[in-house]
C-alpha cells in the first residue's frame, strides 16, 4: 500500500476569482427589438468578456450587482455595393448599465453607464447588425475606462457596508449556514481596505466555529476506516479536520496510531504529513482552501443569482431569474434531547469496506457470536452503526432501511454510549437468504441509517454499497485492528452435489475402485480412492486456468476470490488451484475422507487426512496438476500425474516453513460455516 498524503485540502483562494473578486451580473432582456435570439447572445458573450477581462467576475453574486444592455436601431440604409449589389448600413447605439437590484425597492440607483453608437455593413438587414455587434470590442480602452470608475464606485459600496455584510455573515454562521456565511465575506475585495482584513480575522473564527461542530464526525469516521486497514480514506477523512482545531489531539493520536501499521516507507511520508500539519503557512493555505471551496459550493449551488431585464434604460425592470430562497429560519433553543442528537457523530459501518458478501453472510447464517465480540452486537450481520459524542453519554435510537427492501427489512433499536467513547453496533438484520444467494454479479443498493431522539427528531444519512456476486468469497480481512483470516471458502465445498454420484459410479464401473468407503478400507484402500476420484477428474479433461481468480476490489480492509461452482469447472474442463481444490474437497468429503484447503500467499492446494482421527496426518495434493500428462492419456499416465501432483505439494507445504493458512472442512462444520449450494445451470 502507498499512502496518498497532502495537507492540501483544495485549491487556494486565488484559484476562485469569481469569489475573490467582485461580481458582476450580466442581465438581458428576452427580447431585443431588430435582434434574433442568436443575436442577442452574441451581445450577451461580448458583455462577458468585457467584464471580465476587466477584472471582475461576470457571475452574479450575493449584492445584487447587475450589468444590461440597451441596444437601439437609428437607422437601417441601403447603398450601391459592387457588381449592383446593394449593401445595409445597420446605424446602432450600444448603452451599458450597472445598477443594484434590492427586493421591493422603489428605485434602484444606476453606479455606472456608458454607450457608444456603432455601424455595421452586409446584405442583408441581419448581416448589417451581426457586423455591428462585432464592433463590441471587449479591449476597448473605453470599456476599461468606464469599469475603472464602476470599480471604484463598487469598492466604495462595500466600505459603507462592510459591517452590514459582516452581521448577515454571522448571522448565516449562526444559523449553521456556513456556506453563505463564507460566500458572504469572500465577496469583500482585497481593495476594502481594513474592512477586508476585518473579514479576514472573521472567516477564520466562522470556520473555527464549524470545525468545533463538525470535527468529531470527521474523526469518528476516520477511527473506523483505520480499524477496517483503509488508511488513504482515513487520511482523506481527516484531512477535513483543522490542525488547531478542538480536535486537535485526537487528530494527531489517530495519526500516531496509523503510523503504528504502515510500513517505515509510509511512517516517513506519514511523518512529513504531520510535520505540515504543524507548519503555520500550510495550516493557512489549507485553512482558506477548504473557505474558498465552501463559500463556491454556496454561490453554485444555491446563493448565485442570474436576473432578466424588461423595458429599457435606466428605468428597465431588474428580476430574478429564478426566485430567492430565504434564509432559514433561526432554530428554537435547543432541550437536552435535541443537544444529545446534535451533539452525537453517526457513522455508518459497512463491513467489510463498504462490500457486502452474500457467501459471508448465507455461510455463517447460525454460527454463534464469538464472545469477544459480542460487545460488537451481530459482526456477521455485517450492517453497524458507529456514534461519538464527546460531550455526553447517553441513549438514542437507530433505523437502518433499505432504500429497496428487496434483500433485507428495516431493523431499529437502541444505542447507548458513554461520554468521548467511538461506540460500534452492528443489530441482526433480517436478511432475505434467498435473494442474496441469486445475486450473480455485483449490484449497488443504497442503506438509510437514522438516529431519532426520544422527541422523534432525527438525523440521517443514506450510504451507497455494492453486493458482491455470491461466487466472491473472503479470503482474509481486518476486524477491530487485526488481520483475521477467513474460513469462508469451506463454504464452497458442496458434498451434496447431485454430480458427484454420477462421478462416482463412473470410478466403479471403469474399475479403478471397488467401493466408495472412506477410512473403512485402511490406508492401501485410501490412498486407491484419492487416485481414483485423480482419474475421474483427468480423463475429463480437466486442466489448470487461471481465467477466474483474485476479487476486482483493491482494498487494504478484505482479500476475495472468485470461485466457480462445481459442475461449472467440470463441464468447461478448467479450474484454478482454488476451483480445483475446492471440486476435489467435495469429493472427498462425499465420502467422509476429512479434506483440508491449505492457503498459502498467492496460491492454493488440497490437503487430506490419512486418518479418520488423527490431527497432524496430513497428505497434500497439487490439484493445478490435473491433465498435466505426459503422451497419451491413459491409466498409467494419470496415475503418474497423480504421483507428481502428491510428491509437489509435499514439497510446497514444507517450503512454506509455516506461512500457511490451513481450513480443515470438518472444523469449519462445526463452527457452522455451511455449505452454500450455487445456482450451476452446468448441473442440470
Known sequence: MVLTIGITRGQTPESHPDISTISLAVAMPREIKGLTDGQISILEDRIKNIVSMNGLSAEGGLEGFVIYPKFDIYSMQQVQGVVNKNITIAKCNISLFVRQFIPNATSNIVFSSYNKDIVGSGYTESDALGNALTQIRPDDDAFQTFLDKTRRRMVDYYVQNCDRIMGEAINAANLENYDKAFALLLSIPKEAG?????????????????????????????????????????????????????????????????????????????????????????????????????????????????????????????????PVAPDPVAPAPASPADDLLAGTAMQPVIFPDNNLFPSFILSRANYGIPDESKQYGDIYSCIGIAVLNPSTSGTLSYEIEPVENKYFEKISGTISFIKNQTHQYFPSIPWKFDALKSVQQSTPLSIRFRLIDRTGKSKEEVVKVSIRSIRECITSFYFDGKNQMSPLLAAYVNEDNPQIDRLLKEGIEKNWVHEWVGYQSGQEGLDQQVKAIWKILSSKGIRYSSLTGAGNI????????????????????????????????????????????????????????????????????????????????????????????VKRAGEEFLATKGNYYMIDVAVARQQKVMPINLSDEACK
Open 194 to 322: 481594513q474592512c477586508y482584513g476585518q473579514v479576514q480575522q472573521k472567516t477564520v473564527e466562522i470556520y473555527l466555529k464549524k470545525q468545533r461542530q463538525e470535527c468529531s464526525r470527521y474523526i469518528l469516521k476516520a477511527r473506523t476506516l483505520a480499524a477496517g486497514h483503509n488508511f488513504d480514506s482515513a487520511l482523506a477523512t481527516l484531512r477535513n479536520v483543522d490542525p488547531e482545531s478542538s480536535c486537535k489531539e485526537d487528530l494527531f493520536s489517530l495519526l500516531n496510531d496509523i503510523g503504528t501499521k504502515v510500513d517505515a516507507s509510509e511512517q516517513q511520508a506519514l511523518e512529513l504529513y504531520k510535520e505540515q500539519m504543524r507548519n503555520q503557512v500550510e495550516i493557512e493555505k489549507a485553512r482558506y482552501a477548504a473557505i474558498s471551496e465552501m463559500g463556491k459550493a454556496y454561490l453554485d449551488g444555491a446563493g448565485r443569482r442570474t436576473y432578466v431585464v424588461t423595458g429599457n434604460g435606466p428605468t428597465a425592470t431588474i428580476q430574478p431569474d429564478k
Open 554 to 645: 483493491n482494498s487494504h480492509a478484505f482479500t476475495s476470490q472468485i470461485v466457480r461452482p462445481f459442475c461449472e469447472s467440470i463441464s468447461n474442463r478448467q479450474a484454478n488451484c482454488v476451483d480445483g481444490t475446492l471440486v476435489f474437497a467435495s469429493i472427498l468429503k462425499t465420502i467422509n475422507i476429512r479434506p483440508v484447503l491449505v492457503l498459502i500467499p498467492g496460491h492454493c492446494f488440497l490437503g487430506y487426512h490419512a486418518t479418520s482421527t488423527g490431527d497432524n496426518d496430513y497428505v497434500f495434493l497439487e490439484t493445478t496438476m490435473l491433465g498435466d500428462i505426459q503422451g497419451q492419456p491413459t491409466e498409467e499416465a494419470f496415475e503418474a500425474n497423480y504421483i507428481a501432483a
